[in-house]
């Protein structure tokens, strides 16, 4: 696989992942994506709301963005290195 290829796949898997965000979450994500944080996945716990995870640009801390766009750097889980 090209390196076009591998980026174009990592394109539309961020775009596909931004389609799930509500109106207020795209709004904080789009202002902390100027700061170098990018949204890498959403976990999908059985029966509970979706929880969106984004990293800051050195992949070093993580934080969730809340429904109401808020921004919660203490979540209550822990991510695997």
Avoid: C
Avoid at 2 to 30: C, D, G, M, V, Y
Avoid at 45 to 72: C, N
């Amino acid at each position: 696989m090209s390196e076009n290829e591998r980026r174009r796949e990592e394109h539309l898997a961020a775009i596909k992942l931004r389609s799930e965000l509500n109106a207020e979450q795209r709004l904080t994500l789009s202002e902390l994506e100027r700061f170098g944080w990018e949204l890498k996945f959403i976990r999908r716990p059985p029966f509970q709301p979706s929880i969106a995870v984004v990293f800051d640009g050195d992949r070093k801390t993580y934080a969730v963005l809340r429904a109401d766009g808020t921004l919660d750097e203490n979540p209550e889980f822990v991510i695997r290195k």
